[in-house]
Every structure is written in structure tokens, then in C-alpha cells.
């Protein structure tokens, strides 16, 4: 798209096709036109991993799923992110809905074990 191979429509129709997460990317319309208009300023990098890989890190383990992404050129070993202590906090208090500005003592170990897999769908 940004190349002007194809249009704005064959992409929104190439990521139904092949795009797993559902987003809707027709919302990014305006950022995607001025990435189009301005390319030799903006390097546009964006996508989303496909959510068999989260899964397969949970059942295998980080190692088994980033080389899998790395060796597919989803991403790089340098994008690799390590979660710390404050990010498992922030992420526990967005799905748990505990307020994080007036209950930061009381963070929750429930969700520990998807925690590496959100941070691998980051990247």
C-alpha cells in the first residue's frame, strides 16, 4: 500500500483475508495516508502477530514461540521485551479492573502466566 502497489481497499480486503486479530484497520485510515503521502519521511512498521503464537508460548514456552516469530521475520531479537514488575502491574490492573492510582500495593499473580504472551503480541 505504502509503495502505491495496491490500493486502500486491497489492503482492508488483504487484512480480512489474512489479518487473525479482527481488528478494525480502517480506523488507522488517516495516520495510513499521510505514512502514503510522506513515505520518504516515514518508515511505516506495524502488524500484528497472529495469536497462535501467544498460545504457543504459553503451552511451549517463550523460547519455542520467538524462534518461531523470529525465524517467520515477524520480528526481530532485538524487539524482544523483557516485562518488568511495573508492567506486570499496569497490565494485572487493566484486565483485573483494580484501580491502579489508589491500590498499587494489592497486584494479583492470576494472570503471571498469560503476562509473556501479551508481551510477545507487543513486539
Known sequence: YIQGEISENELYESYKET???GHDIQKYEGFLQ????????VHLKGGFLPRKYARLLVKEGE?????????LGYISEIDRIPGSDNHYNFFESLIS????????ENVGDRF????????????
Open 19 to 21: 489479518g487473525s486479530e
Open 34 to 41: 499521510f505514512a502514503k503521502q510522506h513515505r520518504d519521511n
Open 63 to 71: 523460547d519455542e514461540a520467538y524462534n518461531q516469530v523470529i525465524n
Open 97 to 104: 479492573g483494580r484501580d491502579l492510582t489508589s491500590d498499587f
Open 112 to 123: 503471571r502466566k498469560i503476562f509473556p504472551a501479551q508481551i510477545l503480541k507487543d513486539s
